[in-house]
């Protein structure tokens, strides 16, 4: 196992640095360069020409790039034109929340997807299975932000059983210790103020877990019905095994393989693509904190959440990678 974890981790020194080099051009391409981005389209020569010095812009390529890399392996990722304050420091703000409402909203999907695709595969042409395949075409269709809308509309505003927006209620002085709401209220005994946080994360961990349940119940029905058919099942089944063991041992453990490298991608995007959900409930996660800075070009924050983000989905992979050693222990031999 350590001998799996330390090759993945050599194999992600390269991916890394693609990336980077990537970056870094596409940086160097922007119309006008990073110093007009920064400055807007009416910025004179002048003060261009002064932001290329500021920035070392304006010296050969090979050394902006090793600036460039020496900043990020330090986690020197810039300041933000937007509140002036280091991108680092505000990422390290705003992921709790994103953390928070993806890692509940996988859980949601991971919690109700896996078991309703295999017994939807155990079932196949019963109402069960109809059920299922038709919701989660309705999931894959219906828009995020537009689902976030309904419930938002309905479990907040019009029932009351929700909040319909923030982390946490402004009268609750909870004690922030992690940044993590619901852990902080915990590990303080403040468990007003986690219960409080659990409640605000409902509506949009649901919204946000519509279409990886989706995809995790199709990938689950679709593996089942692939592994129960296969001759060691059968062999199983006729050596007398008892059919919870043929089905947890052989069916369902073989049949994760794919549903585990759907649910590591689909963490990724979650953890990536929060920004409608968190828009629509102002969160105040990572994600709203990008559309704002899409919004005001804020170059050195989209610079710094591209590279963070292709850490978390390098992580996610090795972990993956993990999972499928434990599963299927066959794997560590490759």
Excluded at 49 to 58: E, F, K, Y
Excluded at 92 to 109: D, G, H, N, Q, Y
Excluded at 135 to 146: E, H, K, N, R, T
Aim: charged content about 15%; glycine content about 8%; some cysteine.
């Amino acid at each position: 196992m350590l001998r799996l974890v330390v090759r993945r981790l050599l194999q992600l020194i390269p991916t890394l640095l693609g990336l980077s080099v990537l970056l870094f051009l596409w940086l160097d391409r922007l119309p006008g360069g990073p110093a007009s981005a920064i400055l807007g389209e009416k910025a004179t020569e002048a003060e261009v020409a002064r932001i290329n010095r500021a920035l070392g812009l304006d010296q050969p390529v090979y050394v902006q790039y090793w600036r460039f890399l020496k900043r990020i392996v330090e986690l020197d990722l810039g300041t933000s034109t937007q509140t002036g304050q280091p991108v680092w420091d505000e990422f390290v703000l705003r992921f709790p929340a994103t953390v928070e409402l993806s890692l509940l909203a996988i859980l949601i999907a991971v919690a109700v997807g896996v078991p309703l695709g295999y017994f939807a595969a155990r079932n196949r042409g019963g109402w069960l299975d109809v059920t299922a395949v038709s919701g989660s075409l309705v999931g894959i269709c219906i828009p995020v932000f537009f689902l976030a809308l309904i419930l938002k509309g309905v479990f907040a505003v019009e029932l009351g059983i929700f909040p319909s927006y923030g982390r946490q209620d402004t009268g609750i002085d909870a004690t922030s210790v992690t940044g993590f709401a619901v852990l902080d209220g915990i590990l303080t005994g403040e468990f007003d103020a986690s219960w409080d946080a659990i409640m605000h994360l409902i509506l949009p961990s649901v919204a946000l877990a519509s279409i990886p349940l989706a995809v995790i119940v199709r990938m689950t029905r679709a593996s089942v019905l692939e592994v129960q058919d296969e001759d060691y099942v059968r062999t199983a089944e006729a050596k007398g095994l008892k059919r919870s063991v043929v089905r947890g041992r052989h069916v369902l453990r073989n049949a994760m393989l794919p549903v585990v490298t759907a649910i590591g991608l689909l963490t990724g995007s979650l953890l990536s693509g929060a920004v409608l959900t968190e828009s629509v409930f102002s969160f105040g996660g990572i994600g709203s904190f990008i559309r704002t800075a899409i919004d005001a070009r804020d170059y050195p924050v989209l610079v710094g959440f591209i590279m963070f983000i292709a850490m978390v989905y390098v992580l996610i992979n090795l972990l993956v990678d993990l999972a499928y050693s434990l599963i299927d222990p066959r794997v560590r031999v490759h």
